[in-house]
């Protein structure tokens, strides 16, 4: 199956920025639609971003849309979320997911793959 892992966290002030990477296992990388959710303490996970298949189609929550964006490299195996401007609200568990449904989907229980998820803290 699908293996996904997160990496690129950290500890940045408001208003600064990072980028989180999620490389995949497999051949079938292209096939799936990539999502990255976030997960704060006492919290559901939250949908945050999402992109189809070859990129064209992405999907933001209001919370974070014109802040961050996604992306993916599918000859690498990759999809990556640049965080610019970011917040204390933004901090969580930012968790990288892979689905197989035909359109981009906004739903934990529409990905099936998940990844062991990577910690993004935003002081004030």
């Known amino acids: 199956q699908v293996q996904l892992v997160e990496s690129g966290g950290g500890l940045v002030q408001a208003g600064g920025s990072l980028r989180l990477s999620c490389a995949a296992s497999g051949r079938t990388f292209s096939r799936y639609v990539m999502g990255w959710f976030r997960q704060a303490p006492g919290k559901e996970r939250e949908f945050v971003a999402a992109?189809?298949?070859?990129?064209?189609?992405?999907s933001y929550a209001d919370s974070v849309k014109g802040r961050f964006t996604i992306s993916r490299d599918n000859a690498k195996n990759t999809v990556y979320l640049q965080m610019n401007s970011l917040k204390p609200m933004d901090t969580a568990v930012y968790y990288c997911?892979?689905?197989?449904?035909?359109?981009?989907?906004?739903?934990?229980?529409?990905?099936?793959?998940w990844g062991q998820g990577t910690q993004v803290t935003v002081s004030s």
């Open positions: 997911a892979a689905s197989q449904a035909l359109v981009v989907p906004t739903t934990p229980g529409r990905y099936d793959y």
């Open positions: 992109s189809g298949r070859n990129g064209a189609s992405t």
